[in-house]
């Protein structure tokens, strides 16, 4: 047998280590997540503020936590899935600063004594004057009826779905794709997913009353506009537009 082979050209790995990896990933990404949520902890005792139910800071903590957690889903199949290298780096950059930022809000909501998923209606917390759908109720994204997949682990939030949340029919989409399709959707639905989000994270940042709050609510804004170019610009070179958004 010949074991002197010229080919130095590294074969991708099957879809089934790959899919290892990601779950690696995740469970890696989730013990850093506790551990700096825990870190949170210790710091909040210090802050005069214990928020209460229906405030700014519990109800973005409770919101954004299950909108981090399709985010964190949708990157660990494109860990698995996706042809490009590029892609695969960037969800897991992606998967791991958000679960570490779902760690830091789950402390929050243990030291505050108020559950992770609450019965009332999405963005309530916002107070009146905002569009606590973004119109991606019902036949929203691609004209499917299907709801948007809950968080896990935690019973879904009252109400319409968060904007930029995925379907149902869009999430089998994406863990069916494979290669460049697999690339794009991936791009596609994760760009709407932060567009979706920054109005919270605008919001709570400016008036959430705990300073932690406020601060993790900035820091989301920056890196999520940071990473919204970014996407868009991947989807150009692969010449493919963001979905619509409105």
């Known amino acids: 047998m010949d074991m002197t082979s010229t080919d130095t050209g590294a074969e991708p790995a099957p879809r089934s280590q790959r899919t290892a990896l990601a779950i690696l990933g995740l469970v890696a990404a989730i013990a ?3 551990g ?14 214990t928020p209460t139910a229906g405030s700014v800071d519990v109800g973005f903590a409770q919101d954004m936590i299950e909108h981090h957690d399709q ?28 679960q570490n930022q779902i760690g830091q809000m789950t402390g929050w909501l243990a030291l505050w004594n108020q559950p992770v998923a609450s019965s009332a209606e999405h963005m309530a917390w916002m107070g ?6 973004g119109g991606h109720e019902g ?19 009252g109400g319409a779905q968060m904007p930029g949340m995925a379907t149902s029919a869009e999430m089998s989409a994406l863990r069916q794709a494979g290669g460049e399709a697999a690339d794009v959707m991936f791009l596609q639905l994760m760009l709407r997913h932060h567009q979706g989000g920054l109005e919270m994270m605008e919001y709570a940042a400016q008036n959430a009353d705990v300073a932690a709050v406020r601060n993790l609510a900035q820091t989301m804004v920056s890196t999520q506009q940071s990473e919204s170019e970014r996407m868009t610009q991947m989807l150009a070179e ?8 409105p």
Do not use: C, W
Request: proline share 5%; aromatic share 6%.
């Open 139 to 157: 036949a929203a994204h691609g004209g499917t009826s299907a709801a948007a997949t809950p968080a896990a682990g935690a019973a879904s939030s």
């Open 32 to 34: 850093v997540g506790f």
């Open 238 to 245: 692969k010449g493919a537009e963001p979905l619509p958004f």
């Open 36 to 49: 700096l949520g825990f870190l949170a902890n210790q710091l909040l005792h210090d802050d005069t503020v």
């Open 71 to 98: 985010a964190v889903e949708m990157s660990a199949i494109a860990i698995a899935n996706a042809s490009d290298p590029l892609v695969r780096d960037f969800a897991y950059d992606l998967l791991t600063t958000q």
């Open 128 to 133: 009146d004057g905002h569009d606590h759908t």
